[in-house]
């Protein structure tokens, strides 16, 4: 663990942590929480890891791992249709690196990692809470996946600080979701620049500092739209249809003209 990865040994786990892993070409990266004995539970789509319901899944499905087909002899199939599933840290990890993510980073940490999704100025909970709230969602759901509100990041996040994201017309607390927004919304907000100076390197110093600061304003522990739910009060709210998350698809095309 440190400041240029958060890699971490199998032997070093514990109940409780926040683990996740990279996938082809650091497309994107798997989150779950690790409960002991080997066994890690994370929130999928339908049984993918990620998706958006939309094109965009041929390049996702792509870079994910490729999973054998013969069955694990530890692993059990869900038999809901939820998508929180539990499984061997073997099958998480699908042949990639294991990292760790941090929470209650300074802010100084938080910016010089510049990509999202592997750390948090956040404070988490004691492990056996995060645990329970893993063990509990798993037997009762995490609403419908969506890849920028409700995906597997959120699911560790949420499990291990209770923090709930209420505002539908946000992101979620999801790092990985705020740094592909983030980086284009930097490029675009900094173009204007272009009146005032032609020089590359500010305009490019510039993107980063709105990137960064975007970044910063996003984290979990840094917003004020943010609610601690105990876990019971949001499966129930989720089985009520009170808390809803629904799942992005491609707009509808326009009728060509006749």
Request: hydrophobic share 40%; aromatic share 8%; glycine share 10%.
């Amino acid at each position: 663990m440190g400041l240029l990865s958060n890699r971490v040994e199998r032997s070093l786990l514990k109940p409780g942590d926040h683990i996740y892993s990279w996938r082809t070409a650091y497309i994107y990266a798997h989150h779950g929480i690790y409960v002991g004995d080997d066994k890690v539970i994370h929130f999928t789509r339908r049984g993918q890891e990620v998706g958006t319901g939309t094109m965009l899944d041929v390049l996702l499905v792509s870079s994910g791992p490729t999973r054998s087909h013969i069955p694990c002899p530890v692993c059990v199939p869900s038999q809901e249709a939820h998508g929180v599933v539990s499984s061997c840290l073997n099958c998480f990890l699908s042949g990639g690196i294991l990292y760790r993510f941090e929470y209650s980073v300074t802010p100084a940490l938080f910016l010089a990692k510049a990509r999202g999704g592997t750390c948090t100025l956040a404070v988490s909970d004691p492990n056996d809470i995060v645990v329970h709230r893993a063990k509990f969602i798993l037997d009762n759901g995490f609403g419908c996946y969506n890849v920028f509100k409700n995906n597997c990041e959120d699911f560790a996040i949420y499990c291990k600080t209770g923090l709930l994201v209420l505002n539908e017309r946000t992101m979620g607390q999801s790092g990985q979701a705020v740094s592909i927004i983030g980086g284009p919304l930097a490029a675009v907000l900094s173009t204007p620049l272009r009146l005032v100076t032609t020089n590359v390197y500010g305009m490019a110093a510039t993107a980063i500092g709105v990137y960064c600061a975007s970044r910063y304003a996003a984290d979990i522990g840094m917003r004020s739209d943010v609610v601690k739910v105990d876990v019971e009060e949001l499966t129930s709210r989720i089985a009520t249809g009170t808390l809803q998350v629904v799942e992005p698809s491609l707009p509808a095309l326009p009728a060509s003209a006749s």
